[in-house]
């Protein structure tokens, strides 16, 4: 089933599932600030099956936020696969994605994410069960991983396998599962992967820059890119990326102001949207997100520290007020 963004030659650029940070209010940012196609942040295609209202609060999205992929993880074909149908009966996602790339241990323990990298017969008897189980109703793709580890990089034969299973596209992460997050990306892997099949291979790993992406645009035969960290700090990204593919000019980076206006207004979508609980609650989960805004501006140490802190959205103004007053004096 062809994917449209894929359609005369547009090169899309995907926002990365990342647990706990790409939630319906974070999409819906880097949406409007050129992101093309959305994942939501991965969900157990048990708890889908057991109604579970906290893990259907994973899967919501906007219609503006379309093209949407749901992302489940399990090592259960026809489990996830009646999970699928639950999620499109729901709200009917552009597309469902397999998480076969998760690292962390709590997904590997219960042989999901990259540890059926290390087990292809299951591999492609979840992938090939839930293609069948949707029945044509979307179209399905997969995330992997380069492979376990450095000894057992198997990205090349597992994008085969799952293209033979009917899968529409997937995205690859090039890291092995043992390396987490940490190592760079390997590309030639990646690039591998794009010229082995003739479904759309999605790149993913370091891509900061727009320079980043003009290069492994350039350089692979991937058909999009997936951006991941780099947004975490800085959802300007995409507009900065599409900036630099249509003039080759890097711009500058968002002022203060503009970073500020859209801190606060994604801690108050957040408290609006309830999903962490009330005001207080809200802003504390918001924590570790207002961290990494706050990389790279100046004198983020000494924000980080109050940041850290910060229980309402009056605190987080005050404290806003008097970083712009310190920017102030010392751009004066």
Not at 2 to 31: H, N, Q
Not at 73 to 80: H, K, L, S
Request: with cysteine; net charge neutral; aromatic share 8%.
């Amino acid at each position: 089933m062809m994917l449209p963004w894929f359609k005369d030659e547009r090169f899309p650029l995907y926002l990365a599932p990342m647990a706990g940070v790409t939630d319906r209010v974070f999409r819906s940012i880097c949406k409007e600030l050129g992101a093309d196609v959305m994942v939501t942040e991965f969900v157990s295609s048990e708890g889908i099956i057991r109604r579970d209202d906290r893990t259907r609060k994973y899967t919501e999205f906007d219609d503006a936020q379309r093209p949407v992929g749901v992302q489940l993880f399990g090592a259960d074909g026809e489990r996830m696969a009646e999970a699928a149908r639950k999620i499109i009966d729901w709200k009917r996602p552009d597309f469902i994605d397999l998480n076969f790339g998760c690292p962390v241990n709590k997904v590997v323990s219960k042989n999901g994410g990259s540890s059926l990298l290390r087990d292809c017969p299951v591999l492609a008897k979840v992938a090939s069960a839930v293609v069948d189980g949707v029945g044509g109703q979307v179209p399905v793709t997969g995330k992997i991983r380069t492979g376990w580890d450095s000894a057992t990089v198997n990205a090349v034969e597992v994008s085969k396998l799952l293209q033979d299973c009917g899968i529409a596209a997937i995205t690859v992460h090039g890291r092995t599962r043992a390396q987490r997050y940490g190592g760079e990306a390997d590309w030639e892997v990646i690039d591998a992967c794009a010229r082995a099949v003739a479904i759309p291979v999605i790149g993913n790993g370091d891509l900061a820059t727009g320079a980043d992406i003009e290069r492994r645009r350039r350089e692979t035969a991937v058909s999009g890119l997936m951006i991941g960290r780099a947004a975490m700090q800085n959802p300007w990204v995409f507009r900065d990326a599409k900036h630099y593919l249509a003039t080759g000019e890097q711009p500058d980076p968002a002022p203060v102001e503009e970073r500020w206006a859209l801190v606060r207004r994604h801690c108050v979508e957040a408290v609006a949207w309830g999903r962490y609980g009330d005001e207080r609650q809200t802003m504390m989960a918001m924590r570790s997100r207002l961290m990494a805004y706050s990389k790279g501006m100046p004198g983020g140490k000494r924000l980080r520290a109050a940041l850290c802190q910060i229980e309402s959205i009056a605190g987080l103004d005050e404290l806003a007020a008097e970083y712009m007053e310190f920017h102030r004096q010392h751009n004066s």
